[in-house]
Structure formats: structure tokens, C-alpha cells
């Protein structure tokens, strides 16, 4: 089982001297969460002077104030509409359809019809505007009640209650009572475990028994929205965050240290991943997957590239901050502050150095690619025309970038940076090879995320061969006929992509190795 240092000095939030009910005491943080409550900012308020009344409550106080004081603009999404380029909006319901490849040839046909379609929000709930004294009184109470009277708990200090225990929340998911009901849901594996001071396998019953009755459906990777415990017990079906999601519930319910750690786009397929990381008794991280494999069984499919933990506490630096843009204006994933960089926990990295084309921007990016754009997945401050990407996994090919307007823009060549964190550049300037290909790859769907396989070519379908010349520049077409397609004239060292004309862009990149033969990544 792969073990995993948990990096605590990143997920501690000074707890500053939040002693008595007077405003001007509060720690600051709370006080801007108290600013941007407006009206409800007397409800929040009831939560501190509940506490700070009885000496007996001072951990209580101090968790009430972790709550608060990074509740920053923790939300769920509400009101979503599926809208066609001119904002008309789109009916369309994930379970309309028998299974997800004709969710996906739906989609294809409404485009065809309608343009390119995105789900817009309409309304976004904050928690500072509408949670409520009482919710958060009794959120902490439980949270409490679970940490101080559950065996396996002993071993957790109140700064990892507070990460892993105290928050209401996962990630943007409409929030729910679960607290309550889990616990009462679960009351009976207290008296099931053999040792009652191990959490993984009091984690290990309570998923056994969500891996029963729940289960993974790629048909909501196109719901845009996470979905609230009630929504899931109902529908018993999701995608990994929800998955995720619902273990946290369930075990943080009953005093078990949970989160999720996730990658925000994978390096060698198409979309990006979630899952479920729990604090041991020994203070170690193992991974899991909620409502589908225990500790000690779980592996990751797919190649990470970076890997964060989810945190309920603001981690600083953060993307906006140090790019002084607003989130929506920043690269999906990376643009919040609630994850820390867990990357070196899972593998071999290496510090990337990268000289930047000349631009006006004060923060680069290094993208991996999926589902056939180059997707961001870590940031770095430009100093003197270079950046250094932190942690990067290693025998991936990257792309360092700009993103304007919402747009990836290539701020120089792409590279690989091997096995031994070599960096080699590639450009399409190189010596001129012969590339004979027969197959490619498709991506597929299993195991809570999408993967690869290596498969022959389409009879009488078009390929189009592409090469990376600062955007994706096509060479040729031609039709597979059932023999390997023949391309002369090529560079050895730049970076291709073969795929099917009109197709979805699921196949991936590859560079041309030693032999002549494509190497896909």
C-alpha cells in the first residue's frame, strides 16, 4: 500500500488570538468573511458569541473561527442552464440517455444544430450569505461529538480535525444535513471493527457498504455541478467527485480524517480525476476511491502530472493573488486557493526551468494535453523572462504557455521532461524521417475515469496529420485503407497528432523515437 507523508505545515491555519466576541479581535480573515456577509453577517456572528460565552467552548470558538474565516467564496452552483453560442438555452438532463455514448452522439448532434454549447450558471450560493447559526452550530457540535468520542480518533491533533473533520463542505456541492444522518447511518461499525483505534478499517466498512448501493456513471461528467448527499442517496449514481464526496460525507461524519486529492487534467488521456486520501493512525496518507476500492487496493490508472490535496483552509500563495486577476479570468482547477501541491508525494519530480517567449504577463503556465487542447495544470511568477514550475511529474511532454482571454498561448516550444527530469525541446526543425502508422489512440471509459487504449485506424475514415508549430498546423490527410498510412518528410523531433477528421479529438500526441515509430504520450 502506497503511503503518503501528509504535508500538515501547508494545511495549518494560524489560529490567531480569537479569544472574545468583540469584532475588532476577530482574526482577520473572519473579518472580511463578516464584510462580504452583509445582512447575514449577524447569523455568522451568533456562531462566535455562542462559543465564546462558556470558557469550557474554546476549541469550539477557535474551530467556529476556522470555519468562518475561510469560508472566502466557498458556494454551490444552482440554476445551471445548457446554452447554445447565442445563450438560447438547451434542454438537456445526463440521464435522458441510455449510456454515455449516446449522451456523447446527442451532444455531437445538438452542436451540429445549435453550435458549440456550454452549461452556464446562473446563481451561485455563497455560504457567507446563507448558512445560518444553527446549521453551523450543530455542524460543529457533531464534528465534535464524532472527534472526541469515536477510538479512532485519538490519534488526530485539532489542527487535523479542523482539515480533515470540522468543514460542512467538500467542494461546491449544495449544502446538506449529512452529518447527522451519517452518523446514525453508520453507528454500527463501532462494534464491527477488530481494532477500534485504526480509522482505515472503520473507512474500509463504511465504503464497503457505499460500494454496495452506489455507483460510477460517465454520464455525469456532463452534469456541470457536484451533487448534494441527498441528490446521491436518491439517484445512487455519479461521477468521481461525487464519489469522493460521498466518502468524505460518511466518514467525516463519524470522526474519520478524509479528503480528496485530484488531478486536474491527466498527462496521457482526456479528462482529469478525484479521489479519496485518509489520515492513518500513524499520521500517513493512503489513497482510496469512495464506492469503489478500499486502502490498500486503490492504484491510479493514468499519468499524473501534478496532484493537489483538497483544503477546506486558504493556501497561500494562491493564483490570484500573485497574478492579481479575478478567478474567472484564470485557468479552471488551479485558480482557487483551496488545494495544496501534493505532487512529490506520488512519484519522481523535478523543478522545470523554462525560458519564456516576451510577454507582458506577470504569471506563466505548463500545460499537459487533453481531449485535444493543452490544458494548464501548474503556474508559476515570471522572473527575468523565466519560470519554474515546481513538482512536475516526470516522461511527460509539456507545453509552457500565457493564458489570455480565456486562451492557451503558447510561450515557447513544447518538451519532454524525461524519466531522469532531462528536458528536451521539440520543435519542427529536425532531421527528415519516414513515419509508417496503423493504429492510434482512443480513449475509454472504466474504472471511475477516463482512459487509453492502443487500437488499429478506422477503415475509410480521413486522418489528418497535424505537427505543433506554435498551433497545431496540418501536414496531410489521408484515408486508412487497412495498411499503415505513409507520411514522408517529416521531422524527427517535433511533436504530431494523427486523428479523425470530424472525430472528437481523443487521440493522442506523439513524437517519432529511435526506430521511426510513433511514441504516443
Known amino acids: 500500500m502506497r503511503k503518503f507523508i501528509l504535508p500538515l505545515i501547508l494545511l495549518i491555519i494560524p489560529f490567531f488570538a480569537c479569544q472574545n466576541n468583540s469584532q475588532s479581535n476577530y482574526p482577520e480573515n473572519v473579518k472580511q468573511t463578516l464584510t462580504k456577509a452583509g445582512d447575514n453577517a449577524p447569523e455568522l456572528e451568533k456562531v462566535l458569541q455562542h462559543y465564546s460565552n462558556n470558557p469550557e467552548d474554546s476549541l469550539k470558538y477557535r474551530a467556529?473561527?476556522?470555519?468562518?474565516g475561510n469560508m472566502g467564496e466557498k458556494h454551490a452552483w444552482v440554476n445551471f442552464e445548457l446554452q447554445d453560442e447565442n445563450k438560447n438555452p438547451i434542454s438537456f438532463n445526463v440521464l435522458d440517455y441510455e449510456n454515455y455514448e449516446a449522451l456523447l452522439d446527442a451532444w455531437d448532434s445538438l452542436e451540429n444544430i445549435h453550435g458549440e454549447l456550454n452549461f452556464k450558471t446562473n446563481e451561485y450560493v455563497y455560504d457567507y450569505d446563507t448558512l445560518t447559526s444553527e446549521f453551523l452550530i450543530q455542524n460543529i457540535d457533531?464534528?465534535?461529538?464524532?472527534?472526541?468520542?469515536k477510538p479512532w480518533t485519538t490519534h488526530l491533533s485539532f489542527d487535523e480535525f479542523c482539515a480533515y473533520i470540522l468543514p460542512h463542505r467538500s467542494t461546491n456541492e449544495p449544502v446538506g444535513n449529512w452529518r447527522e444522518f451519517f452518523m446514525e447511518e453508520y453507528a454500527w461499525v463501532l462494534d464491527s471493527v477488530s481494532d477500534s483505534h485504526n480509522p482505515v478499517e472503520a473507512a474500509v466498512l463504511i465504503n464497503n457498504d457505499i460500494r454496495s448501493w452506489f455507483r460510477f456513471d460517465p454520464r455525469f461528467y456532463e452534469h456541470p455541478a457536484d451533487q448534494s448527499y441527498t441528490e446521491m442517496l436518491e439517484g445512487k449514481k455519479g461521477r468521481c467527485e461525487d464519489m469522493t464526496n460521498l466518502a468524505i460525507f460518511a466518514m467525516r461524519a463519524n470522526g474519520i480524517a478524509v479528503t480528496s486529492d485530484y488531478t486536474p487534467y491527466w498527462a496521457?488521456?482526456?479528462?482529469?480525476?478525484?479521489w479519496n486520501a485518509i489520515l492513518d493512525k500513524n499520521g500517513n496518507v493512503s489513497?482510496?476511491?469512495?464506492?469503489?476500492?478500499?486502502?490498500?487496493?486503490?492504484?491510479l490508472t493514468n499519468r499524473w502530472a501534478k496532484v493537489y490535496r483538497k483544503t477546506y483552509a486558504a493556501q497561500k500563495p494562491s493564483l490570484v493573488d500573485a497574478s492579481g486577476k479575478p478567478v474567472d479570468s484564470l485557468p479552471a482547477y488551479i485558480n482557487r486557493s483551496y488545494y495544496t501541491d501534493v505532487t512529490a508525494e506520488y512519484g519522481d519530480v523535478s523543478d522545470v526551468h523554462v525560458n519564456l517567449d516576451a510577454s507582458d504577463e506577470n504569471i506563466a503556465y505548463i500545460c499537459v494535453f487533453n481531449s485535444g487542447e493543452w490544458k494548464a495544470i501548474h503556474w508559476a511568477e515570471i522572473q527575468n523572462g523565466e519560470a519554474v514550475f515546481t513538482d512536475m511529474a516526470r516522461d511527460i511532454v509539456y507545453l509552457p504557455a500565457y493564458y489570455h482571454n480565456k486562451e492557451i498561448l503558447p510561450a515557447g516550444n513544447p518538451f519532454i521532461?524525461?524519466?531522469?527530469?532531462?528536458?528536451?525541446s521539440l520543435s519542427a526543425e529536425d532531421e527528415i524521417v519516414t513515419l509508417m502508422i496503423g493504429e492510434t489512440t482512443y480513449r475509454t471509459t472504466f474504472a471511475t475515469t477516463d482512459n487509453v487504449r492502443l487500437d488499429e485506424l478506422k477503415s475509410d475514415v480521413t486522418y489528418e496529420l497535424f505537427f505543433w508549430n506554435d498551433?497545431?498546423?496540418?501536414?496531410?490527410?489521408?484515408?486508412?485503407?487497412?495498411?499503415?498510412?505513409?507520411?514522408d518528410n517529416l521531422s524527427k523531433n517535433a511533436v504530431y497528432w494523427l486523428k479523425a477528421k470530424d472525430g472528437r479529438e481523443e487521440e493522442?500526441?506523439?513524437?517519432?523515437?529511435e526506430a521511426g515509430n510513433p511514441k504516443f504520450w
Do not use: Q, S
Open 64 to 68: 467556529a473561527c476556522f470555519l468562518i
Open 142 to 149: 457533531l464534528a465534535f461529538g464524532a472527534w472526541l468520542n
Open 508 to 513: 493522442r500526441i506523439f513524437t517519432i523515437n
Open 471 to 487: 498551433d497545431w498546423v496540418l501536414f496531410e490527410e489521408k484515408v486508412y485503407e487497412g495498411k499503415e498510412l505513409h507520411f
Open 417 to 424: 521532461l524525461d524519466v531522469d527530469g532531462n528536458m528536451y
Open 287 to 299: 489513497i482510496f476511491m469512495g464506492a469503489e476500492a478500499n486502502p490498500g487496493e486503490y492504484e
Open 268 to 274: 496521457n488521456t482526456g479528462n482529469n480525476h478525484a
